[in-house]
């Protein structure tokens, strides 16, 4: 049996959550001392979005091997061999268990699909078999790996492969989890993925309830008692209502067999609904994921998991947003503002895909741009970690450790923002679930424990009225003592919004193409300015886009400042 922890969500803990994704581990490493431990690493990725520099791969296996993890699960979002046989080297050297992973896409079933073919997947674990994996995965993110095609793969890797241990993951997406599951079983499979049953379907794994029971009685039984399985799932059951606002069951009622046609993943269907919805595309997510397909056909048809996946989805919702057909991107390709991760995929930022890069799509986004040639890591500086260290220590006081200089090299920029939050709100984990999600109701009572021995007897009151900064006074007791602080009301800040719009007829008035927060400003007032030159840089929920001139001329005026929030259309600044 096998724990998760320290996923490939590394940044969730900090960038949602406030916690400290290295305490995390530690805690349930003493909770749980006896059961291996995986994650997934993304190759030369780690655990972030972009490529970083070797050392830091390194780094990050050791401290993570030392924090108790035990197998990784190394894949690459493009199956770019340089990229994954780095992840495999950090995490052996590390002592860790090895477990390389192909990403899983098309269907091997179906000859008409030419590109991703069944000996496109055994040549690919034969080099990764070569290379020393101790065990070989196939990570079928979207749930698109249909029964026949279960056979087929997973047949042909055990031939092949005889001895190695042969791991198959899924996703629920289509509802036909289950029968994949079975027929990889079938034909040679060791290990496949399932979810407690309360937790499981669509966007998450297929039922182990379903597992274990079709199975009982065969070659393939797991010895597995159901009544244990039935109290799992009803502990579980409880846990998530607590998660239910958060939810996929919210706007996904059932399997959608739409997956074999669009490939969006498991792990980013239910973010992308959400980041549609919170760029004012949440009726629109139909088109989302038509786009999608779009998308990915205008990339050359990407193998899709973190992050390339997330490249498409990016490129998706900006077709969306601007009301573009495939057509139109790629007639367009050298005029548009295209998302930063699209840019820096063509770039070469993350390797090179499988049968090259779309021409003359790449070169006409990219123009003079410089492009990374072979694997990106090996071009990129050593990270310099007596450096961050000095740096870290500066900023947010001496009680930095190694973990915090890994979050600071994997995620500068989250990571400073959670040091922020936790000095001003403390440890925010000693909150339960409900009380962090919500807040507090009006009259409510509630204690929270601090350490052992110290606990806060806490009262909420009253809220007062906003006022012109958008901060209510919210009165409170503590341990029986009156007390009252400010604190911003960032929904009502939201409804207060009023920045002027762009008008689409005044030619020289620059509009947001999304909404977003203003994270760089790439342009002063009185600039004189190229066509195609960036003027400022937007970010909404981990997507960043580069705002280009439409035209040449001189920077009227700006009307936006750093970390201002923006919606979609609102003014910029003026050329005249």
């Known amino acids: 049996m096998k724990g998760k922890a320290l996923c490939a969500t590394f940044d969730v803990a900090m960038r949602f959550l406030y916690e400290c994704p290295w305490q995390r581990l530690q805690e349930l490493r003493e909770l749980i001392p006896n059961i291996p431990f995986q994650m997934l690493l993304r190759g030369a990725n780690a655990v972030g979005y972009t490529n970083y520099p070797d050392n830091s791969v390194f780094k990050f296996c050791q401290v993570a091997k030392e924090n108790g993890m035990d197998i990784f699960r190394v894949f690459d979002s493009l199956n770019y061999l340089p990229n994954m046989l780095l992840g495999m080297e950090a995490a052996g050297q590390a002592g860790g268990v090895v477990e390389a992973a192909i990403s899983y896409t098309g269907d091997v079933a179906d000859p008409s699909r030419t590109k991703y073919t069944l000996d496109y ?29 279960s056979s087929m793969l997973v047949s042909a890797l055990r031939d092949h492969f005889p001895n190695i241990p042969l791991h198959i993951h899924t996703h629920d997406t289509s509802g036909a989890g289950v029968a994949s599951m079975l027929a990889c079983a079938a034909a040679g499979a ?13 966007t998450s794994q297929p039922s182990m309830g379903a597992m274990v029971a079709c199975t009982r009685g065969t070659e393939h039984d797991t010895g597995i008692q159901m009544e244990k399985v039935f109290d799992y799932s009803e502990y579980w059951e409880v846990a998530r209502g607590l998660y239910a606002p958060f939810d996929c069951t919210a706007t996904m009622k059932s399997g959608n067999a739409d997956v074999y046609e669009n490939e969006i993943p498991g792990g980013q269907y239910t973010n992308l609904h959400f980041q549609a919805h919170s760029m004012g595309l949440g009726n629109k997510f139909k088109e989302v994921k038509k786009a999608y397909v779009e998308a990915n056909k205008i990339l050359g048809d990407l193998i899709k998991v973190t992050p390339s996946s997330k490249i498409v989805g990016d490129l998706a919702q900006f077709m969306v947003q601007n009301n573009l057909t495939r057509q139109d991107v790629e007639a ?37 741009l410089p492009c990374i040639e072979g694997r990106p890591g090996a071009s990129l500086p050593p990270m310099d970690f007596q450096k961050l260290e000095k740096e870290l220590r500066e900023k947010h006081g001496e009680e930095i450790t190694t973990e915090d200089i890994l979050s600071a090299a994997m995620y500068p920029k989250v990571f400073d923002e959670f040091q922020e939050f936790a000095a001003n709100f403390g440890p925010v984990e000693c909150l339960n679930t409900r009380l962090f999600l919500e807040g507090p109701k009006i009259a409510e009572e509630f204690e929270v424990e601090l350490e052992r021995g110290k606990t806060l007897h806490i009262k909420a009151l009253a809220l007062g009225d906003l006022n012109r900064a958008g901060q209510r006074e919210v009165f409170f007791e503590l341990n029986g003592q009156l007390r009252s602080i400010l604190v911003k009301d960032t929904k009502a800040m939201k409804e207060m919004h009023f920045h002027p ?19 760089d400003i790439k342009v002063q007032e009185g600039a004189a300015i190229e066509k195609g030159q960036p003027l400022c840089v937007l970010s909404a929920m981990k997507m960043e886009t580069v705002v280009n001139s439409p035209l040449s001329g001189t920077v009227k005026k700006i009307y936006v400042k750093r970390d201002m929030s923006l919606e979609g259309d609102d003014l910029i600044l003026e050329i005249e």
């Open 332 to 368: 367009q390709a050298d005029e548009l503002s295209f998302p930063v991760s699209v840019v820096e995929f063509l770039q070469g930022y993350i390797g090179i895909p499988y049968g090259g890069f779309p021409e003359p799509f790449r070169s006409k986004v990219l123009k003079d």
């Open 121 to 149: 997947y055994v040549n690919l674990a034969e080099e990764l078999v070569k290379s020393g994996t101790h065990i070989l995965g196939i990570k079928d993110m979207a749930g698109v790996l249909k029964p026949r095609a």
């Open 501 to 519: 719009k762009a008008l689409k007829d005044v030619k020289g008035q620059i509009g947001a193409p999304m909404p977003g927060k203003v994270i």
């Open 190 to 202: 060791d290990i496949v993925d399932v979810a407690i049953d309360s937790m499981s379907g669509m």
